[in-house]
């Protein structure tokens, strides 16, 4: 089944799509969420109330855990849906140039 890049094309604006949600939804979702994990993690390797360098750096590298996490499931998730939706309006594509010849003329 050979492809004609609409596939690939949808792919790519969907993986656009989903850069733009993540620029303005999972930046912040994202450091949110993962820096909780994180402070909750150095909770459990200090202690409550112990003021701990080791809590500081867990909370900063659950918010960059959390930040990349949430940048390979929007981008990703946009590039999938994009090549499923490629592969859905292929038919319609294929039956639209049905009968074009190089030139652009219906034989």
């Given at each position: 089944?050979?492809g004609?890049?609409?596939?690939?094309?949808?792919?790519?604006?969907?993986?656009?799509?989903?850069?733009?949600?993540?620029?303005?939804?999972?930046?912040?979702?994202?450091?949110?969420?993962?820096?909780?994990?994180?402070?909750?993690?150095?909770?459990?390797?200090?202690?409550?109330?112990?003021?701990?360098?080791?809590?500081?750096?867990?909370?900063?590298?659950?918010?960059?855990?959390?930040?990349?996490?949430?940048?390979?499931?929007?981008?990703?998730?946009?590039?999938?849906?994009?090549?499923?939706?490629?592969?859905?309006?292929?038919?319609?594509?294929?039956?639209?140039?049905?009968?074009l010849?190089?030139?652009?003329?219906?034989?």
């Amino acid at each position: 089944m050979k492809g004609n890049g609409l596939e690939r094309t949808m792919g790519y604006i969907g993986s656009g799509a989903g850069l733009a949600l993540f620029a303005g939804y999972g930046v912040l979702h994202g450091a949110l969420i993962g820096g909780t994990a994180g402070l909750k993690a150095g909770v459990f390797f200090c202690g409550t109330g112990v003021t701990c360098l080791l809590t500081r750096i867990t909370a900063g590298l659950g918010m960059v855990a959390g930040v990349g996490m949430a940048a390979v499931i929007f981008i990703l998730g946009g590039y999938a849906a994009g090549r499923i939706l490629g592969q859905v309006m292929r038919p319609a594509a294929d039956r639209a140039n049905y009968g074009l010849v190089a030139g652009g003329r219906r034989g």
